[in-house]
């Protein structure tokens, strides 16, 4: 079985394998689904499977020439397209110059696949270029359009397309995955999913990236913030060159801990444990008040990240830490 095709995927797996099996293939697919649940793997499967010559229930065959192009990287028929650089919107030249591809190119007798991520990176320029290939795709072309926030896209892409929902695992599955896949024990990996919303590549990911020393020096910020240890201005500039969508929602963790131990009556944290002893301490003395102000900073500021406003990095921070520091204030 490919690396590519993971198990809680089986059930799209098979019915579109049926699909194609029957000549129902649509030309073109939208995945949809949250950040980290494979969505990009699964495109990249269908695309290795239909390009290949002589597929097997399994996948490809990774003999054929087909197969053989592919996996020297210079398959004619597989395009991929993606921003030039990450949260810059896929531009209306790069939709044309697909246009011109599909258009000039022959097919090496088979099917001819472009993926398509993220999605909602397409401006109404590229959007309404992009409408001319939905209406003529060609033969035998499959658009596979990975997404992961479906209402960001225009309705006219959306209903040309073909939707499949992902979403995540159940935690056992996730868990038993991610063990297997880094040499974890499992509640090492249960706690990386928690971090990750229960996105098992998003956990993994996490796992190989330095963004848990990001988490560490986090948290061990806030802390010293509570306990008049740090100031806010430095923490910031250190803060500063940190994945900050991540920080935010690392920030809205721990603040739903709080309200889970301070509502429900939790005595412990659910999805931040490692931080239980500063997590009690703020859920004993923070007014509820001053700690959904706070969640909804974090989330205007996440909006203003998310459409790209490009905000002042060093005072989102300094604003977001000085309601923090708030919290352990009696007043
Ligand atoms: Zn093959």
């Given at each position: 079985m490919s690396d590519l095709l993971h198990p809680w995927f089986m059930p799209q797996w098979q019915r579109l394998c049926a699909q194609q099996q029957s000549d129902r293939l649509p030309h073109a697919l939208l995945l949809s689904g949250p950040?980290?649940?494979?969505?990009?793997?699964?495109?990249?499967?269908?695309?290795?499977?239909?390009?290949?010559?002589?597929?097997?229930?399994?996948?490809?065959?990774?003999?054929?020439?087909?197969?053989?192009?592919?996996?020297?990287?210079?398959?004619?028929?597989l395009v991929q397209v993606s921003p030039e650089a990450e949260g810059k919107p896929i531009k209306v030249d790069q939709v044309r110059l697909l246009i011109d591809h599909l258009h000039s190119t022959a097919q090496q007798g088979g099917y001819r696949v472009v993926i398509m991520e993220p999605a909602e990176a397409l401006n109404t320029s590229s959007a309404n270029a992009l409408l001319k290939i939905l209406e003529e795709p060609g033969e035998s072309t499959l658009l596979i359009l990975?997404?992961?926030?479906?209402?960001?896209?225009?309705?006219?892409?959306?209903?040309?397309?073909?939707?499949?929902?992902?979403?995540?695992?159940?935690?056992?599955?996730?868990?038993?995955?991610?063990?297997?896949?880094?040499?974890?024990?499992?509640d090492r990996a249960d706690q990386l999913l928690r971090l990750s919303h229960g996105a098992p590549l998003k956990a993994s990911s996490l796992y190989d990236s330095d963004l848990l020393e990001q988490r560490k020096k986090l948290?061990?910020?806030?802390?010293?913030?509570?306990?008049?240890?740090?100031?806010?201005?430095?923490l910031a500039l250190q803060f500063n060159?940190?994945?900050?969508?991540?920080c935010l929602d690392w920030l809205n963790s721990l603040?739903?801990?709080?309200?889970?131990?301070?509502?429900a009556g939790l005595p412990e944290p659910v999805v931040n444990p490692d931080m239980t002893r500063m997590l009690q301490a703020v859920a004993k003395q923070a007014h509820s008040a001053k700690i959904f102000a706070l969640a909804d900073r974090i989330q205007e500021e996440r909006v203003s990240l998310m459409l790209r406003q490009n905000p002042n990095r060093q005072l989102l921070l300094e604003r977001l830490l000085l309601q923090w520091s708030d919290l352990a204030r009696k007043t």
């Open positions: 950040i980290g649940v494979g969505k990009r793997d699964f495109a990249r499967a269908l695309a290795n499977r239909l390009l290949c010559h002589q597929p097997t229930p399994e996948g490809p065959c990774n003999h054929c020439h087909s197969c053989e192009l592919r996996i020297a990287g210079h398959h004619p028929d990975v997404c992961h926030q479906p209402g960001q896209l225009m309705p006219t892409i959306r209903s040309r397309c073909q939707r499949i929902d992902f979403t995540t695992p159940s935690h056992e599955q996730a868990v038993s995955w991610l063990s297997d896949k880094l040499g974890l024990e499992a948290m061990s910020g806030l802390a010293d913030l509570l306990r008049g240890r740090a100031a806010v201005t430095d060159k940190f994945d900050l969508l991540q603040l739903s801990d709080i309200v889970r131990m301070q509502m």
